[in-house]
């Protein structure tokens, strides 16, 4: 069988959810690739999200905020965009290409625009192969990340009770 | 006691079960930990659909909800409503987005019955450490921006006024009325369209509980629902508005000149008042004028000689020192208005504009036409003569790859009242250039068929070409429009002498800058987006700010009225309500974890994170926060934490996506 690559997708809430929304409304047809996080603002978005996707099993990260300038809070996308580009840096330091991670600007009304990188990405990640140097990132996510579910689970019973 | 989640799959009628095996995905959901129970349903968001989990909710089944079905922008708050009816905090819910995010955008229904799976999984470890959050509510300012003083902002700021609620209309031109102040006649009934705006404008002007703003922009728009606090920049019009009466006496004696003339009827059309100290219209509202500096005598020169009209001014109005004003006032709501403005068509080399004396659009044969305008209502060539024959071309810049895909919805119509018009006023002959005629709204098919009696030529087909150049004796001194008429299948020459070019609407140049500032999109189309094509028409993504008219899409003015009413009744319920609940996710800096590095302090957009010199650390003030989670990612101590939106609670949908390997 192919190889199926598995891409997570961080959205921010307010243009590229739903934008991606959008592509659905529209009945675009694109890759199933993805599966999404929504969080309020890409500025949200942490170096740890990525990678702990990358260690759980993801072949390639799309992270996707608001146009430069159309922010919903003004400018997180452009912390997001900076954090982007340091984490690209790093990557290679761990044998994981940095195309894996891709930071895309989608608007509200761009649910097509949607659908093509999604599919672009996918084949992306499907020519780069599998992402095999997983624990490598062992190095850098601490423990509490790593066994995130587990510890509160073992914690026993209502984690925030605990 | 151990997390009990409850699981509830909607099928959305065959919008979700058509293309999710949705027997499979349930047995799926019972595998998954922690999970004491999985329901299916046709329709999750029907009242029964509510019903079946918030009653498990109160039989005290479960403790934590997750619905997968449409996208959490469309029913999150229902189902939160519905987790806290059956007495759980609403933040115990969350979402799997399996229908615009799954079903809706993939074929492959074993591949979209996969992908639901892995969403349900992330949502139920998701909601496994999701917290219970404790409700926001903030008072409601009762006095409301309008923002556009069109028929749109004129129609809702009266709305509002007359319910004994405070409005602020702020206008950017130095009068209210918009578009539909250079207007003669209305379609599809004719009417004069200053008989129906006048007493509108006065009214606004004269409302005690209107405040106007004429040449005046929002500078700057900060809070949030409830609470927005607002720059207005009042340009310097030079002229005491407190003093000034409006005579006359100053513009009439105005020996300057706004536009170098030479003569050409044509020429004056779109400029309006020619002199440098001007009213904008004779009904303009508020009835002062202004100086135009570039051109006024006055300002030109460095020894200020000219000063005539201060002299003729018995009231002593005339202020030239006069600055701009910044004015700052806190409202509840805030309607945009800001309409549209018509196509450039001399982008469309083809068609002449700007290059062929008698091609016209349509705004300027609008003000040509009305009696008020610089002919006195005469509709007359380049050179004064009256035309013999007229040709109207439709769609021009809608309807068009190249320019505007969409239909500009009142072109059609207005050609057609063109046609009325100028066979009312003149001998000529006219001729439509249609590509489809589009008489939708109520009394418009029976104004087509009504001129379809009046002797003009309908000529259905896109116009290829207006030209100058001669090809035969009958076309010298002509402008020849160049047609294939698809009704006989052949290519036309129409010696012509004059052509209107029926112009679309398209979004202001300068709409992006006000969208930004209130936080709304504008859309491919250069419109703004609406919160809901259907359903929320005048609302937008951000609470508190709602749109009305031409600002949304091109409309006529029985639309632009319907929707300006619309929006400031949804503001009026806004009002009525007092207080609203605000989002619970903000953040919170964790006192033991903060070393004080003040990192976040520069990070919040809205200055909502301050150090607190006693204590050494950073504290998020929670009235101003929204949400955004810049700070919560930039802390290097880990100390900050987005409440909803934790890193532990991100981590478990990313170990959700997964763990069905
Ligand atoms: C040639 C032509 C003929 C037409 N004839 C008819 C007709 O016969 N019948 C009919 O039903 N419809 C007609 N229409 C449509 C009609 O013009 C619109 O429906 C109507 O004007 C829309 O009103 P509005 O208030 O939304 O926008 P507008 O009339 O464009 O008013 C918007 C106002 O907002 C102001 N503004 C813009 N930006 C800002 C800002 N940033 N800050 C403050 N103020 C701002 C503008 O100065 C303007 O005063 C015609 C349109 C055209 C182009
Ligand atoms: S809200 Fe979209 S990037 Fe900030």
């Keep these: ?162 | 006691m151990a997390v009990r989640i409850g699981v509830y799959i909607c099928h959305c009628g065959t919008n979700i079960a058509g293309k999710v095996d949705i027997a499979k995905v349930v047995e799926f959901a019972k595998g998954l930990e922690n999970v004491s129970l999985v329901k299916d349903y046709k329709f999750m968001c029907s009242d029964p659909g509510q019903a079946l989990l918030q009653k498990d909710v109160e039989d005290g089944l479960i403790d934590r909800v997750v619905v997968a079905s449409c996208s959490p922008l469309m029913h999150e708050n229902t189902f939160r409503k519905a987790t806290e009816r059956g007495g759980l905090n609403p933040y115990l819910f969350t979402m799997a987005n399996i229908r615009e995010q799954c079903s809706w955008v993939h074929i492959d229904s074993g591949q979209t019955t996969d992908k639901a799976k892995d969403l349900i999984a992330a949502a139920v470890r998701r909601a496994f450490l999701l917290e219970p959050l404790t409700k926001r509510e903030v008072p409601i300012n009762p006095r409301t921006v309008v923002i556009g003083g069109g028929i749109a902002g004129i129609q809702a700021a009266l709305d509002l006024a007359e319910a004994g609620k405070k409005v602020v209309l702020v206008e950017r031109e130095p009068s209210i009325g918009g578009h539909m102040s250079k207007f003669d006649k209305t379609f599809p009934t004719l009417d004069c369209s200053a008989c129906i705006l006048t007493p509108r404008m006065v009214s606004v002007g004269q409302h005690a509980n209107i405040e106007l703003m004429t040449y005046s922009e929002v500078e700057e728009v900060s809070g949030f629902v409830g609470n927005f606090n607002i720059r207005v920049r009042k340009k310097a019009r030079y002229v005491d508005s407190e003093l000034c009466n409006g005579c006359g006496a100053c513009w009439e004696k105005c020996p300057g000149t706004r536009v170098p003339r030479k003569g050409n009827v044509h020429e004056k059309l779109s400029l309006g008042p020619t002199t440098p100290i001007y009213m904008p219209f004779m009904q303009a509202v508020p009835a002062i004028p202004v100086i135009d500096t570039e051109t006024c005598l006055y300002f030109k020169d460095d020894k200020h000689a000219c000063g005539l009209c201060a002299k003729e001014c018995e009231r002593g109005a005339i202020d030239y020192e006069m600055k701009d004003e910044i004015v700052e006032f806190e409202v509840g709501n805030i309607i945009i208005a800001t309409g549209f403005q018509t196509f450039d068509p001399s982008v469309i080399k083809r068609y002449g504009y700007g290059e062929i004396e008698n091609v016209m659009t349509a705004l300027e044969f609008e003000i040509m036409n009305c009696a008020s305008g610089s002919t006195g209502g005469k509709i007359l060539k380049a050179d004064g003569g009256v035309p013999g024959s007229i040709g109207i071309i439709h769609c021009v810049g809608s309807r068009d790859k190249h320019y505007h895909d969409y239909c500009s919805r009142v072109c059609c119509m207005y050609s057609l009242k063109y046609s009325h018009l100028i066979k009312e006023k003149t001998d000529a002959e006219v001729y439509e250039f249609y590509i489809d005629m589009r008489c939708f709204g109520k009394g418009y098919e029976e104004f087509y068929d009504r001129l379809l009696t009046e002797d003009v030529r309908f000529v259905r087909g896109k116009v290829a070409e207006v030209t100058d150049v001669p090809t035969c004796k009958a076309e010298e001194g002509k402008l020849i429009v160049k047609v294939e008429d698809t009704l006989i299948g052949n290519v036309r020459r129409i010696p012509l002498d004059m052509v209107i070019l029926s112009t679309g609407l398209e979004g202001h140049a300068t709409l992006r800058e006000i969208a930004k500032k209130c936080s709304v999109s504008v859309g491919q189309d250069g419109f703004l987006i609406e919160k809901h094509p259907k359903l929320g028409p005048v609302s937008t993504a951000t609470d508190g700010v709602f749109i009305a008219g031409a600002c949304q899409s091109p409309k006529d003015i029985p639309d632009t009225v319907a929707q300006a009413s619309a929006a400031s009744s949804a503001v009026l319920s806004m009002i009525t309500r007092e207080k609203i609940e605000i989002e619970s996710a903000t953040a919170e800096v964790d006192e033991d974890k903060c070393s004080g590095c003040k990192l976040c302090n520069t990070l919040c957009p809205y200055l909502a994170v301050k150090f607190d010199e006693e204590k050494g650390v950073s504290v998020v003030n929670q009235a101003l926060c929204k949400g955004c989670g810049t700070c919560v990612a930039g802390c290097p101590s880990g100390a900050i934490s987005a409440k909803h939106f934790e890193d532990r609670q991100i981590f478990a949908e990313i170990e959700g996506i997964f763990s069905g390997l």
């Design chain 1, 1 to 162: 069988m192919s190889f199926e690559p598995k891409i997570v997708g961080f959205l921010c809430n307010w243009c590229s959810y739903t934008g991606a929304d959008l592509a659905g409304t529209a009945r675009i047809k694109y890759s199933p690739n993805l599966r999404s996080i929504r969080v309020m603002c890409s500025g949200r978005i942490e170096p740890t999200f990525i990678l702990k996707a990358l260690y759980e099993g993801a072949d390639g990260v799309l992270i996707a905020g608001c146009h430069p300038g159309d922010c919903h809070y003004q400018e997180g996308n452009y912390k997001a965009l900076r954090r982007h580009r340091m984490l690209r840096m790093i990557l290679p330091g761990f044998g994981i290409e940095p195309e894996r991670v891709r930071l895309e600007w989608v608007a509200a009304s761009e649910g097509e625009r949607f659908a093509t990188i999604v599919d672009e990405f996918t084949e992306e990640i499907r020519s780069l192969g599998p992402l095999k140097v997983r624990d490598s990132l062992e190095m850098v996510l601490s423990e509490d990340v790593i066994l995130n579910l587990d510890t509160a689970m073992e914690e026993g019973g209502d984690a925030n009770e605990a």
